[in-house]
T-cell receptor, first 110, second 115 residues
Framework: DAKTTQPPSMDCAEGRAANLPCNHSTISGNEYVYWYRQIHSQGPQYIIHGLKNNETNEMASLIITEDRKSSTLILPHATLRDTAVYYCIVRVQGAQKLVFGQGTRLTINP | SAVISQKPSRDICQRGTSLTIQCQVDSQVTMMFWYRQQPGQSLTLIATANQGSEATYESGFVIDKFPISRPNLTFSTLTVSNMSPEDSSIYLC????????????FGSGTQLSVL
């Protein structure tokens, strides 16, 4: 699986959009981009995933660049409960297992 | 989605002893995984628990230290053997969703402290 690079930490004000970047310059054509988050003392939680089109669900939006070498997870109206470590993972469809990097520790400030 | 129950949620153990962690899923799943999360670190995959056959271990993890059972499609155990303080971590069970659903679901983990 391709390697990802994320900033180690970010801050965002409550109510604002949180934009979390991820670089995956060695991504292959059959690899998806997944985002998970881990709130303190809990197991990771799935957020969203995509291949090349932008995706949106009830939790977040995923913007993937045209060359697929980077992506951005957007939490449109961050709340204090969004404080967590966010993991960007690239994974071949059907590979099942996930390989986690170091993630971004996002802190939402009141 | 799958609901995963892990037991125990936490434990404090003595050096040299062993602890077995249980993972129960509310539906049949094909793939089950065990992860370790050392203090302040990301998750590291220990092994894939295969139903009806031996687990598949990742580099750096061996069966003698982390024996795994998978007797059916809803249950698995991970044993941490001959523990040392370096084994103090959170151990997490994860399962793959149904075929065509690419998400993984995670249990809440077992917080293990070894004295």
């Amino acid at each position: 699986d391709a390697k990802t690079t994320q900033p180690p930490s970010m801050d965002c004000a409550e109510g604002r959009a949180a934009n979390l970047p991820c670089n995956h310059s060695t991504i292959s054509g059959n690899e998806y981009v997944y985002w998970y988050r881990q709130i303190h003392s809990q197991g990771p939680q799935y957020i969203i995933h995509g291949l090349k089109n932008n995706e949106t669900n009830e939790m977040a939006s995923l913007i993937i660049t045209e060359d697929r070498k980077s992506s951005t997870l957007i939490l449109p109206h961050a709340t204090l409960r969004d404080t967590a470590v966010y993991y960007c993972i690239v994974r071949v469809q059907g590979a099942q297992k996930l390989v986690f990097g170091q993630g971004t520790r996002l802190t939402i400030n009141p | 989605s799958a609901v995963i129950s892990q037991k125990p949620s936490r434990d404090i153990c003595q050096r040299g002893t062993s602890l077995t962690i249980q993972c129960q899923v509310d539906s049949q799943v094909t793939m089950m995984f065990w992860y370790r999360q050392q203090p302040g670190q990301s998750l590291t995959l220990i092994a894939t628990a295969n139903q009806g056959s031996e687990a598949t271990y990742e580099s750096g993890f061996v069966i003698d230290k982390f024996p795994i059972s998978r007797p059916n499609l809803t249950f698995s155990t991970l044993t941490v053997s001959n523990m040392s303080p370096e084994d103090s971590s959170i151990y997490l069970c994860s399962v793959a969703g149904t075929v065509g659903d690419e998400k993984l679901f995670f249990g809440s983990g077992t917080q293990l402290s070894v004295l």
